[in-house]
């Protein structure tokens, strides 16, 4: 049953007649347009917006962020198979990587707790807010699939939510700190991961 199981999942006999592979896709870019949107009308456009794009911080927030998100796509779609074997946690270490490297040579002087008390609190509530969207289309993707360990898969959705949240969120970050980054976009990114393993649980057991 496993092996029938395997052989359907991401094919057109899938649950809802949508290959697993493009529903996963099609999911992630939704739900990375959705968290964008979020973004901005939570927190508006800045004028200096085009400036703060063009430099060096922001563009390593966006490349941690979508580098483990990238990594989160291949955990969610292992998970999403009957026959998925281990997952491939190693897809997570170019952005791990990237991120910590921007947190050891942080050299801008900011603190690790931000500009304000406030900082951390928002930084982690923007990032949970505009992920949980993401979290429900790509849940609602790897049902497509037959996963055989729910919370695994949906913590590996969390995963890629959170990184997709993050990196909308440096749309409108004001804490461009590498080691600020560093810490709390991964302890944002961990809790919609832990928010995935216990609606996953649920969700996506069969």
């Not at 949906?154 to 890629?160: D, F, K, Y």
Request: with cysteine.
């Amino acid at each position: 049953m496993i092996k029938n199981l395997s052989g359907e999942a991401g094919t057109g006999h899938a649950r809802a007649g949508m290959p697993l592979d493009r529903a996963l896709l099609l999911a992630v870019a939704v739900a990375l347009a959705l968290a964008i949107v979020l973004v901005f009308l939570l927190f508006g456009v800045s004028d200096a917006l085009l400036a703060t794009m063009r430099g060096g911080p922001f563009q390593h927030k966006v490349a941690s962020a979508l580098l483990i998100a990238a990594g989160g796509f291949f955990l969610v779609r292992n998970a999403a198979r009957p026959d998925g074997g281990r997952l491939p946690v190693l897809a997570l270490l170019p952005g791990v990587v990237l991120l910590a490297l921007g947190g050891v040579t942080d050299a801008s002087g900011l603190p690790v707790l931000g500009r304000s008390g406030v900082s951390v609190p928002i930084c982690l509530i923007a990032i949970v807010a505009v992920s949980l969207p993401a979290l429900a289309l790509i849940i609602a993707a790897v049902r497509k699939g037959a996963s055989t360990r729910p919370t695994a898969a949906g913590i590996a959705a969390g995963l890629l939510s959170g990184a997709l949240g993050a990196a909308a969120y440096a749309l409108a970050c004001k804490n461009d700190g590498g080691l600020f980054v560093a810490v709390w976009d991964s302890v944002g990114i961990l809790i919609v991961a832990a928010l995935g393993g216990a609606i996953g649980r649920r969700a996506l057991a069969w």
